[in-house]
């Protein structure tokens, strides 16, 4: 059993899905009792594989690989496509992060009261696909659960949606898919051009054989010696742009960062804390483990553009943020703002950039899966998410009000909480970097100084002074339930964990990244 760990993380949930649809319309309500089963089996498959993780070394663990298919392309040769699964120090955090965010949606998700099976069922195939995505070592393996991913997300926003859910679910679509085009144009180009040195006349798509130039056709577009260009650019540098746009859309980034206020705005809660929680750390994962793995001399070259992104999104996003009156899109926008600190810190291309970003990425799952719980508790009261609606909620809901201090303190990177680790670390990188000027950083901190602005003024105006709420919602104001009580505050135990003892992340991430790291200096 212990050989196929993570074909049970990947395929538990699928299995679960099926079993959830062919569920009888008379125990459609025992749904989701069959996906919490399968999301809390999964957080325990996690924890389980993040014990016996070892940080010491760079390698691949619990790795399972079987040939899948061979296509034959005639005189070019034969491609070979493997299903190969394996996890190292850049996959373990977002691998633990899928395991606990999955299971606090799940639990966030027992209000659904319409199409419940259906749901639940569409919930746990995104699951499969998310941890595909982390644990796939094979590009074509990788882009097959890139894709799926699309298809339960939108049908979980355009169905269990707000009022605009189809053209919130329309925009997502169109946005990921344009970013999956770019990133197929590049699979396809390096499938071509990367051949197996133990197959003759065989190409390949395995990770660890397209991240090694020694295995790149001599002649081929990817040759570093070809004078093939595009647009007089090298073919190496558009695909490494192309890759920067296909993931830089899942990120988000600006200005392809569109797509995300809708989404989040419309979805229910459970989704807004899948999609916040884990799907956008899929395009902070994709951009540094393939377009910074296999393209590090053009990562190098612009790396300056990348900070550039990096810091417009978090300057852009948090006045954005301190513009919004509607809470949940106040929190979509701050998405915007603290995923820019990610690409600030893959930008700085040094150890503590490189963990900073990753660290970064996990506590941002843990936080912004507590911020939009916190809207959710709001708007299943009063269907109503505008700030000034609410006063002095602290005397009416103090437990309510306890959990979205410490959502709210550790997003604005209080010291003590998670979220100070990651943006101290990204920081830290790009002031030490040599790839990077220095002001870069220093324009990043803006970013933090008007998070406690949008952030403090959003809860001075909900929380204190004399109670108060529009006549019309005070009827249903109550502090947390129990299921409530779990949710936020076990999450909010688990960033002040991180956030005063980061090396749980660190220990497992460290010596990956800087092999990582140095493996990029020798190409």
Not at 291 to 296: D, E, K, L, R, T
Not at 359 to 365: D, L, P, R
Not at 433 to 461: N, T
Request: one cysteine or more.
């Amino acid at each position: 059993m212990i050989n196929y760990l993570l074909s049970l993380l990947v395929f538990l949930p699928l299995l679960g899905s099926v079993v959830t649809l062919i569920l009888p319309k008379n125990l459609e309500k025992q749904s989701k009792y069959v996906a919490l089963a399968v999301s809390m089996l999964n957080l325990l498959l996690c924890l389980f594989l993040y014990s016996r993780f070892d940080g010491s070394s760079s390698s691949f663990q619990f790795w399972e690989e079987q040939p899948w298919f061979k296509l034959n392309l005639g005189q070019f040769g034969t491609i070979g496509v493997q299903y190969i699964l394996g996890v190292d120090g850049l996959s373990m955090p977002m691998i633990l992060l899928s395991g606990i965010v999955l299971f606090a949606g799940n639990i966030s998700a027992w209000q659904i009261a319409k199409k419940t099976k259906a749901f639940f069922a569409f919930y746990l195939l995104l699951s499969s696909t998310i941890y595909g995505c982390f644990l796939a070592l094979d590009f074509f393996l990788f882009f097959l659960f890139f894709e799926f991913m699309l298809l339960p997300m939108y049908f979980l926003i355009g169905i269990w949606g707000g009022e605009r859910r189809e053209y919130a679910a329309m925009k997502f679509i169109i946005y990921t898919l344009v970013g999956s085009v770019f990133i197929l144009i590049v699979m396809l180009i390096m499938g071509l051009s990367v051949h197996n040195p133990l197959g003759e006349n065989t190409f390949t798509l395995d990770f660890r054989l397209l991240g090694d130039p020694a295995n790149i056709i001599s002649g081929s577009v990817l040759d570093a010696q070809s004078t093939f260009l595009w647009f007089g650019h090298s073919v190496r540098a558009i695909l490494f742009l192309l890759l920067l746009i296909g993931f830089g859309i899942k990120l988000p980034t600006v200005p392809f960062h569109t797509w995300l206020p809708d989404a989040h705005v419309e979805a229910p809660t459970a989704i807004s804390v899948v999609l916040a929680g884990i799907l956008l750390k899929v395009g902070g994962y994709g951009f540094l483990r393939i377009a910074v793995g296999f393209f590090p001399e053009q990562a190098l070259f612009y790396s300056n553009w990348i900070a550039i992104l990096g810091v417009v999104s978090i300057v852009y996003g948090a006045f954005n943020a301190l513009a919004q009156s509607d809470l949940k899109k106040l929190i979509a926008y701050s998405s915007v703002s603290h995923m820019g600190f990610v690409l600030v810190g893959i930008a700085a291309f040094n150890e503590e950039g490189f963990n900073g970003a990753v660290f970064q990425m996990f506590s941002h799952g843990i936080l912004s899966s507590m911020l939009f719980l916190c809207v959710g508790v709001i708007y299943d009261r009063t269907h109503n998410r505008l700030i000034q609606n609410y006063r002095g909620l602290a005397g009416k809901m103090p437990w309510f009000t306890g959990a979205v201090i410490i959502a709210f303190f550790g997003s604005l990177g209080l010291p003590g909480l998670s979220g100070f680790i990651g943006e101290f670390f990204s920081l830290m990188g790009a002031f030490g970097s040599e790839a990077i000027p220095q002001y870069f950083a220093a324009l990043s901190v803006l970013g933090i100084v008007l998070s406690a602005v949008y952030l403090l003024w959003a809860m001075q105006r909900m929380f204190f002074g004399e109670f108060w709420v529009n006549r019309n919602l005070e009827s249903s104001m109550s502090d947390l339930t129990p299921r409530e009580h779990f949710l936020l505050y076990g999450l909010g135990i688990l960033a002040i964990l991180f956030g005063v003892w980061p090396d749980l992340i660190f220990s497992v991430s460290n010596v990956s990244l800087s092999d990582f790291l140095q493996n990029l200096s020798l190409k």
